[in-house]
C-alpha cells in the first residue's frame, strides 16, 4: 500500500487557501504517494474536484474518515482540538502550525503520539529555500496589504500630470525589509508612490535601495542567525522610535511588516507618532496577528484614531487564495519528498532525525515534544 496522503478541507472561518493544488496531487500521486482530498477542499481556492480527479486523487465526502485513514495530513491552518482527535495514532500532520500561539494543541498532539511539523519552523537554510512559506506567503502579504493601502489612501499614488495641474506622489514609508517589506516596497514603486523603508538589519539596505526606495540610516543592527531579526533593547528601542518619528509624520502611508519569530511583534508606532501625522494618513499594520507594530492596531479591524485611519488586515494571503495555495503546495511538495521512502524502501513515511529540515521543524512525535525552546515555552521557562 502507498503513503496516503490526505487534503481536507480548511475549517477556520474565512480560511480560503488549500494545502495542496491539483498540480501538486499530479506532482506527488507520480512519486508514488496515494492522495486522498475532501470534496470541496479546493472550492475557496477556485480548484473544483474534478481537477483534483484529473490529477488522480481520490475525492473523500466524509471528513472523519479522511482524518483517520490518513498516513500523511496536509493543512495550512493548526486543525481545531476535535479534528485533531480524529488522527489516527502515529499520523503525521504537516501544516502552517505556529506551536507558540497554540500550546494546548502541541500538548494534544504529543498525548495522541502523532507527529506534527511545522512548516512555519523550517530551518532557512539554502536548502530549505523551496520549503519556505513564511516567504512565500510573506510574499502574498506585501502585494495584497500595499494594494489595501492604496485604496484606504485619499491620495494618488502615483505623479498625474493633468489639465487641473500635476499631482504629487504618495509617500510611503515601508517599516521591515523582509519578505512582505520588500514585496510592498517593490508594489508600492509599481504604483508611482515614493517609498522609504527602514530595517534594524543594515544587511536590508542593499535590498532597499536595488527596489528604488530610500534606506533609513539608523544606527542599529540587530540581525540574529538565519537572517531574521532579533529583539531589541529597551535602549534601542527608544533610539529607533525617536529616528523614525520624522518619517512616520512625514509619510501619506504607513506599512509595517516587523516581526520576530515566536514573539510578540515589535513596537515601532506609538499612539503620540500616529497622532502627528497628516490629515488622512493610513497606517496598515500587517503584523497584527502578532500584536501589530503599532501601539493602536486592533487585529482584525479598521479603525480611526482622530483624522488617522490604522488597519491591522488578519490572514491576508487568504485573500489571494488562488496565487497563495500555489505558492504553499509547491512549498509542500518539496517538504513531503523529504518523507518518501524511496525505490525499494518501506511504504512507510521516512522519518530522518539526522536530516537538520526534518528535525529543525519537528513539534511533536512518539509522545514527545521534540523543540527543546518550545517544550521551555511551554513549561513557563520563556515569558
Not at 500538548?107 to 539554502?126: E, G, K, S, V, Y
Not at 488578519?314 to 488562488?322: E, I
Not at 518539496?334 to 536530516?355: I, S, T
Request: glycine letters at 8%.
Amino acid at each position: 500500500m502507498s503513503i496516503r496522503v490526505a487534503v481536507p478541507k480548511e475549517s477556520r472561518t474565512g480560511e480560503r487557501r488549500v494545502a495542496l493544488v491539483p498540480e501538486a496531487v499530479a506532482r506527488l500521486v507520480k512519486q508514488g504517494f496515494e492522495v486522498r482530498v475532501q470534496a470541496g477542499a479546493g472550492r475557496g481556492a477556485f480548484f473544483d474536484d474534478r481537477q483534483y480527479e484529473g490529477a488522480g486523487a481520490e475525492l473523500v465526502p466524509d471528513a472523519t474518515a479522511l482524518w483517520g485513514t490518513a498516513d500523511i495530513l496536509c493543512k495550512v491552518q493548526p486543525p481545531a482540538a476535535e479534528e485533531a482527535e480524529r488522527l489516527a495514532e502515529g499520523a503525521i500532520l504537516v501544516g502552517f502550525l505556529q506551536p507558540l500561539r497554540h500550546p494546548e494543541l502541541v500538548q494534544q498532539l504529543a498525548q495522541r503520539r502523532i507527529t506534527a511539523f511545522a512548516m512555519d519552523m523550517i530551518p532557512r537554510i539554502t536548502r530549505a529555500q523551496s520549503m519556505d512559506v513564511l516567504s512565500s506567503q510573506a510574499t502574498v502579504a506585501g502585494y495584497k496589504g500595499t494594494l489595501m493601502a492604496a485604496e484606504l489612501c485619499p491620495r494618488f499614488f502615483p505623479m498625474l500630470t493633468t489639465a487641473a495641474g500635476t499631482i504629487r506622489p504618495a509617500r510611503v514609508l515601508v517599516l521591515g525589509a523582509g519578505v512582505a517589506g520588500l514585496q510592498a516596497i517593490a508594489t508600492a514603486r509599481r504604483l508611482g508612490a515614493v517609498v522609504e523603508a527602514y530595517d534594524v538589519r543594515r544587511a536590508a539596505r542593499e535590498q532597499v535601495e536595488s527596489l528604488g526606495a530610500r534606506f533609513l540610516q539608523v544606527e542599529l543592527d540587530a540581525e540574529a542567525e538565519g537572517g531574521y531579526a532579533r529583539e531589541l533593547t529597551e535602549e534601542e528601542k527608544q533610539r529607533e522610535q525617536a529616528l523614525l518619528w520624522r518619517s512616520v509624520e512625514e509619510a501619506d502611508v504607513v506599512i509595517t511588516t516587523a516581526q520576530i519569530p515566536g514573539r510578540q511583534a515589535p513596537l515601532l508606532i506609538t499612539a503620540k507618532m500616529v497622532e502627528s501625522m497628516k490629515p488622512g494618513a493610513v497606517v496598515v499594520d500587517l503584523a497584527a496577528e502578532s500584536g501589530g507594530n503599532c501601539e493602536l492596531t486592533v487585529p482584525g479591524e479598521r479603525i480611526q484614531h482622530g483624522e488617522v485611519t490604522v488597519f491591522g488586515p488578519l490572514d491576508l494571503p487568504s485573500a489571494l487564495p488562488v496565487h497563495a495555495s500555489e505558492m504553499y503546495a509547491r512549498n509542500m511538495v518539496h517538504f513531503l519528498a523529504l518523507l518518501a521512502p524511496g525505490e525499494g524502501g518501506a511504504k512507510v513515511p521516512a522519518l530522518d532525525w539526522e536530516d537538520e529540515i526534518l528535525a529543525g521543524c519537528v513539534v511533536t512525535h512518539a509522545g514527545e515534544i521534540r523543540q527543546p525552546a518550545l517544550r521551555e515555552h511551554l513549561a513557563g521557562g520563556d515569558s
